[in-house]
């Protein structure tokens, strides 16, 4: 299984930018695609998670009303919309997928939110 993460880059404040994440190498229904992120010197924390069949979602508190995660079922991915950058949103964001009690990770794709 292999987890890839894309879409990180320079934005100003009140910007946007969407992350991706596909998943390859699995095939089952059931699973979770996550977004987690990291900035120096803090622990890594959940952003936001959709689950598969149900696509139902969760959001950190932060996030909600800015940030919309969805899934592409055909390519097993995730996508992370995110608006209304702030500078604290600035992170290393990372892709988790969660099948059959098992968790892969991407390496990361990093957002910096800075005039």
């Known amino acids: 299984v292999q987890v890839v993460e894309s879409g990180g880059g320079l934005v100003q404040p009140g910007g946007s930018l969407r992350l991706s994440c596909v998943a390859t190498?699995?095939?089952?229904?059931?699973?979770?695609m996550s977004w987690f992120r990291q900035a120096p010197g803090k622990e890594r924390e959940l952003v936001a998670r959709?689950?598969?069949?149900?696509?139902?979602?969760d959001y950190q508190e932060s996030v909600k009303g800015r940030f919309t995660i969805s899934r592409e079922i055909r390519r097993n991915a995730a996508h992370l919309q995110m608006t209304s950058l702030k500078p604290e949103d600035s992170a290393m964001y990372y892709c988790?997928?969660?099948?059959?009690?098992?968790?892969?990770w991407g390496q990361g794709t990093q957002v910096t939110v800075s005039s």
């Open positions: 190498g699995f095939t089952f229904g059931r699973y979770a």
């Open positions: 988790k997928l969660s099948v059959l009690s098992r968790e892969y």
């Open positions: 959709i689950t598969s069949p149900d696509a139902s979602t």
